[in-house]
């Protein structure tokens, strides 16, 4: 259901996070940002650096049907990431989106068989403690913990316009990307990603 405001500012949410390879960003500003689902129909070209097994139980679970985005970028799929030492970004998008889009929102990730999901709405907002999701740091060794971190907004769409990216966020030492327009910031105070 698409609500007339957005349930996101009572909790002080002005961005929401979609983390993507590199090599994809030219396309996304191109086309937005896209679900799986319709990436795959329309055969557009596009790495992809998530676990194979995860994106298994998401397409049995019909989430591809959607467009993940976080709260919190200080999570187990961006650890992985730096990880592995992938080439990717994170695009800051403006929360007010979910007032054009219907949304969802789950309280870990929503591929956990324990996820509950539920209409994006205030009190389903207060329902997955929505206040520690957005205020821990790290998850360290806490199973639980990684799993809520990965809380997530699930836009059913097709496309979210690229009006709606407000810049890309590069972890400190990488390297500006080239041939895009959209503002391009720095983390330097490990906002964003994880240190080291």
């Known amino acids: 259901m698409v609500t007339s405001s957005n349930p996101l500012q009572a909790f002080g949410?002005?961005?929401?996070?979609?983390?993507?390879?590199?090599?994809?960003i030219p396309?996304?500003?191109e086309h937005g940002v896209m679900?799986?689902?319709a990436v795959e129909t329309l055969e557009i070209p596009y790495d992809d650096y998530s676990d194979q097994t995860v994106q298994t139980i998401r397409e049995r679970k019909s989430l591809h049907e959607y467009v993940p985005l976080f709260f919190n970028t200080r999570n187990a799929m961006t650890f992985r990431y730096q990880k592995e030492n992938r080439d990717f970004a994170i695009?800051?998008?403006?929360?007010?989106?979910?007032?054009h889009y219907d949304c969802l929102v789950s309280d870990r990730i929503a591929a956990c068989s324990d996820a509950e999901i539920y209409t994006l709405s205030e009190p389903a907002l207060k329902k997955i403690n929505i206040e520690v999701v957005l205020s821990t740091r790290n998850f360290y060794d806490n199973w639980l913990?990684?799993?809520?971190l990965g809380a997530e907004i699930l836009v059913k769409i097709d496309m979210i316009e690229?009006?709606?990216i407000e810049c890309i966020i590069l972890d400190r030492t990488a390297e500006k990307i080239k041939g895009i327009s959209i503002r391009q910031l720095r983390d330097s105070g490990y906002t964003y990603y994880f240190e080291g």
């Open 13 to 24: 949410v002005k961005h929401l996070y979609y983390l993507s390879p590199v090599k994809n």
């Open 27 to 29: 396309s996304i500003l």
């Open 35 to 37: 679900s799986k689902m």
């Open 91 to 99: 695009l800051r998008l403006n929360s007010d989106l979910v007032t």
């Open 145 to 148: 913990l990684k799993k809520r």
């Open 162 to 164: 690229p009006e709606w």
